[in-house]
């Protein structure tokens, strides 16, 4: 498996990775307007990305087969906030073709140890909704932990929904 940062030559693949998706990730996402993930909407979104990325506010990873351009899973490090907290969320969504065999917690994995050792950062927070026991699972086993839930914490496909809200710290940071 290969892993990347995002660039703006990835909104073609992204445009067809959501594009194949679209129904198996429908219970997990907010209701997306008609166009959101053409290739032209990418784009432009990328070039957003791009300029979160240089401000230091996210970062993007996708994963691909080794020697392919066709995308396994996305991962994306978010609300990066500096000062005294040092913590981001991370967001993810893995292929409906790909699910169960690794590569989700393989590219979390990398996310995370960017987060903890490139930009130094003390928290990555993960949240999902109560019904998603396959996020609950890997959020597990990459060492997260419960810290609570948020009642209509997110807008999901069309309705309010509840998450338990997660986090994973920096074993390098100290009191």
Known sequence: MEVKIVSAHDAAQLSQFYGDNQEHLRLWEPRRDEGYHTVEAWEQRLEEWRTARENGTSVHFIASE???TDI?????????????????HMGYAVSHKYEGKG???ALCTHAIDYAFNELRLNRVMANYMPG??????????????KEGE??????????WEDHILTSLLNPETTR
Request: proline fraction near 2%; charged fraction near 15%.
């Open 66 to 68: 080794t020697g392919q």
């Open 103 to 105: 590569y989700m917690k």
């Open 132 to 145: 998603n026991h396959r996020s609950a699972a890997l959020l597990e086993r990459l060492g997260f932990q």
């Open 150 to 159: 948020a009642k209509r914490y997110l807008k999901i496909n069309g309705a």
């Open 72 to 88: 396994i899973a996305i991962c994306s490090l978010t609300n990066i906030v500096r000062g005294p907290f040092l913590a981001c």
